[in-house]
């Protein structure tokens, strides 16, 4: 049957089904039609499957922003090819990723989940992303439109954006994965634009992106953002998620019957679903049950080599690094994230990895004649942290422990989540658990325990009351925005006695019913870790490395971050070791710019990331040299805070978010403010010394193309990241109009071409309703990042170097 065979064999009611999700990751289908259902998994940088947390292991790639900072096309389109892959041995055939939101505020709690502050790189990135993910025969979901720049209030806020701002700067992603990579899906946004929800914004789902934009698949919601029945199908909303929906089915009917939607308007959505069905080639003899742990050698030395080409050499005085000269005899290794992976943020990005290599790991097998001592130096953690052994959990029908329970299972470690569905036998909408573990204290003293829940919970040791989150539960910033702040209590344990540690837990009381979640952590007295352990092991060492910087806890979806600056006593702990031990590394590990006050005296700072689950591995190949650092910087890095202002502020609750410095974001507003950040966007070094030696323009018809001739002066590999800017005599800002990476042997000289589309040199202008080009003299600067530009071109019209009518 084709798609209108089928739509005319369909009840008005069976066309409305298609129409919203029929579970939490599911459409819904039409068996005696034949029309099977599809499934989605999060996220981008892995692919989970349907259960939320602690499910069937999956591949963990860097995160989005790490893919940006290879500002290398043909490397993220390997890894989303591959992600394709991960979607399919999970059984879904939707890959809800990437995320094109743009670094607006560096304290956004998803700024790891999205590309650049920049239009053209995230653009790049997002095509790339999308062609890779697609050619698999998997739809990729480009997120989240539009003005979704900052995690706090996003489901009550709107985003106030001049139509200049959104086609200049929060537009080009998005469209360049519609019209230039065909992309299948578009999730829309939380927040409102200009007063008006994104899932129900005609302008914006219909006006901008299917009528000129050119858009013919399927536009869903954000997770339980839709907020009507008529004015969202109206507006473009083809698909509400998740489901059961809760402003479709019987709603939609009904509206339908009573005139209040076109019966044509559901035919129209109806027909974009079963398009994405067939194209993705769903069958009704699909396995949507069954998902695979396939842990790929192919993908593990993609991840490996991707994760050092994302690592961002910030500074590298008197050539430190690699340590490739005399090899170190004894390396310290030091700091909050040197003993464990951190590999991704929190959210809908988590996955559970197949397996994670910790930078002592990595470094302990690429020196294996050295002497490689540990000290944690002082904690990182925003939580407790989790106790890794067997929790055992029981649940029970209703909220009040009643009968025997309907399901008992084991966890790996003392958290539990649920997004929707818990299990076949326990009714999600109300219910009860008891979490039990068997703890044995390894030291004698007061040991700190947390205990944090969306939803209510209690927590006992050996029977005795220690914490409670019910009676005095409210809701916190945990768990998306669901849970409650972390109790924190002191316990005195003693070495090689066994404890009982119980938690009961309830939800369904109104709480909240989309997302349950408990938690329970301990630290014992040494897991403080000691500055003064830290610099005696520096001391001794021939080189210091220092794994300092951010975690899943502090950059996660729903909320955003409050400083840009260290947990506190990082910045003490780095300090220290760099006065103990000349030759200091500091590896950072963040989503986002922190602030590094200790900058000056440190002589190497490698931005590592969040690299996926060979975290440790690509750190290795980068110390030793077998691996160059490829990485340049998204994201302006700022010295301060204040360097950010009225940024970063945080929205009020139904508030309005202005975004009042227009096009003035990132090095632009650097730029125009006349300041310069601590480390610029585009910035990165690299293990060669190239030479930019000159440039050429050269007129096509259609575009305009530099030539940029490169030399390598010296007797390594290594690579470039050649980028041209506009600098306009109008006085808008600068901005990259193109970009190239290339790859250079010991002592070669190449000519790279870098092509600039007209419409880079071109802005909107909001009276004529269309895009302009930029008025003539303008320049453009060449160099190796936003504040290093070190060959000028400046353009004019007279009949030497006149543009060409692109018509």
């Known amino acids: 049957m084709t798609l209108d065979e089928k739509l005319d064999a369909m009840t008005l009611a069976e066309q409305v089904s298609l129409l919203s999700g029929a579970s939490f990751w599911r459409t819904a289908a039409i068996d005696r039609l034949g029309i099977p259902a599809v499934k989605m998994t999060d996220g981008p940088n892995g692919a989970r499957g349907e259960d939320f947390s602690g499910g069937v292991r999956s591949a963990a790639y860097p995160v989005a922003i790490a893919l940006a900072a290879t500002f290398d096309p043909d490397l993220v389109h390997e890894i989303g090819a591959d992600l394709a892959r991960e979607a399919r041995s999970k059984g879904a055939r939707i890959l809800l990723g990437p995320t094109v939101n743009m670094h607006r505020n560096p304290l956004n709690g998803r700024n790891f989940e999205c590309f650049s502050e920049d239009p053209v790189l995230a653009s790049a990135m997002a095509r790339a992303y999308v062609r890779g993910v697609q050619s698999q025969g998997v739809a990729a979901t480009i997120k989240h439109f539009i003005g979704n720049e900052c995690e706090h209030e996003r489901r009550t806020t709107s985003s106030e954006i001049n139509e200049k701002t959104l086609r200049e700067i929060y537009f080009p992603p998005f469209e360049a994965a519609v019209k230039e990579a065909g992309v299948a899906c578009v999730m829309t946004a939380y927040n409102a634009l200009n007063g008006i929800h994104t899932s129900e914004n005609p302008w914006l789902l219909d006006t901008v992106l299917r009528r000129e934009w050119g858009f013919e698949g399927v ?30 089915g019987d709603m939609l009917v009904e509206a339908v019957e009573n005139g209040d ?30 998902e695979r742990a396939e842990d790929r050698p192919e993908t593990r030395a993609l991840i490996r080599r991707a994760g050092a080409e994302a690592a961002v050499l910030l500074k590298n005085d008197n050539n430190l690094l690699p ?20 590999m991704f943020g929190g959210g809908s990005a988590q996955i559970n990895a197949h397996y994670a290599i910790s930078p002592l790991e990595g470094i302990r097998a690429a020196f294996p004649d050295a002497t490689v001592d540990y000290a944690l130096g002082c904690p990182g953690d925003r939580y407790l942290p ?39 036998e326990v009714d999600h909408r109300a219910f009860s658990a008891r979490l039990s573990a068997r703890y044995e204290a390894q030291e004698t003293g007061w040991h700190e325990i947390g205990l944090m829940s969306a939803g209510t919970s209690r927590l006992a040791i050996d029977g005795e009351p220690i914490l409670e989150a019910w009676e005095s539960w409210t809701r916190g910033f945990s768990y998306f925005g669901h849970g409650c702040a972390e109790r924190r209590g002191r316990v005195h344990l003693e070495a090689g006695k ?46 210091a490395v220092v794994v300092a910087g951010l975690n899943d806890d502090w950059e996660t979806e729903a909320e955003d971050r409050e400083s840009l600056n260290l947990p506190p006593a990082q910045n003490a702990l780095i300090e220290a070791v760099a006065a103990a031990n000349r030759s200091t590394i500091v590896v950072m590990q963040s989503g986002a710019p922190v602030t590094m006050p200790w900058a000056a ?18 750190l290795a190949d980068i110390l030793t040299g077998k691996a160059e650092p490829g990485g340049r910087l998204p994201q302006s890095f700022p010295a301060e805070d204040e360097d950010y ?51 050429r323009l050269v007129f096509g018809e259609e575009q305009l193309t530099v030539e940029v001739d490169l030399l390598n002066r010296s007797e390594r590999k290594g690579s470039e990241v050649a980028q041209i800017y506009l600098i306009s005599e109008t006085g808008a800002p ?50 190796p990042s936003s504040a290093d530009l070190r060959i000028r071109k400046t353009i004019t019209e007279d009949r030497n170097s006149r543009l060409p009518d692109f018509g």
């Open 219 to 248: 536009v869903m919601s954000d997770w339980t953002a839709t907020h009507s029945t008529a004015a969202a199908l109206l507006a473009g909303l083809d698909l509400e998620m998740p489901g059961p929906g809760k402003f479709r």
């Open 261 to 290: 939607v076109p019966r044509e308007a559901v035919r129209r959505a109806a027909r974009r679903v079963l398009r994405l069905i067939e194209r993705v080639g769903a069958k009704t003899t699909g396995d949507l049950e069954t």
């Open 323 to 342: 340590l490739a000269g005399p090899t170190p005899r004894r390396i310290a290794v030091i700091g909050p994230n040197a003993a464990r992976a951190v």
């Open 386 to 424: 989790l106790i890794d052994a067997p929790v055992d959990i029981a649940f029970f029908a209703g909220t009040d422990f009643g009968g025997p329970p309907v399901l008992t299972k084991t966890g790996a470690r003392s958290e539990f989540r649920w997004f929707g569905p818990v299990a076949p």
């Open 498 to 543: 066994r404890y009982e540690i119980s938690v009961d837990y309830a939800c369904g009381d109104g709480i909240t019913t989309t997302l349950k979640a408990v938690r329970f952590g301990l630290r014992a007295p040494s897991s403080l870790g000691s500055i003064e352990d830290a610099v005696a092991l520096a001391r001794k060492a021939d080189a």
């Open 601 to 618: 005296k440190v002589p190497a700072i490698l931005q590592l990331w969040y690299p996926g689950q060979e975290c440790g591995n690509a």
């Open 645 to 695: 202002g009225a940024l970063t502020r945080r929205p009020e609750a139904h508030g309005k978010v202005v975004y009042a410095e227009g096009t003035a974001i990132g090095y632009r507003g650097f730029a125009a403010r006349g300041t310069r950040p601590q480390f610029p966007f585009g910035h990165g070094l690299g293990y060669a010394r190239i030479e930019y030696v000159d440039a």
């Open 734 to 783: 600068l901005r990259l109009v193109a970009f190239a990476k290339t790859v250079l042997a010991p002592m070669e000289k190449r000519s790279i071409r870098l092509a600039i589309p007209e419409r880079r040199l071109c802005g909107w202008d909001p009276d004529k309703g269309r895009w302009a080009r930029e008025p003539t003299p303008f320049t453009l600067a060449i160099g």
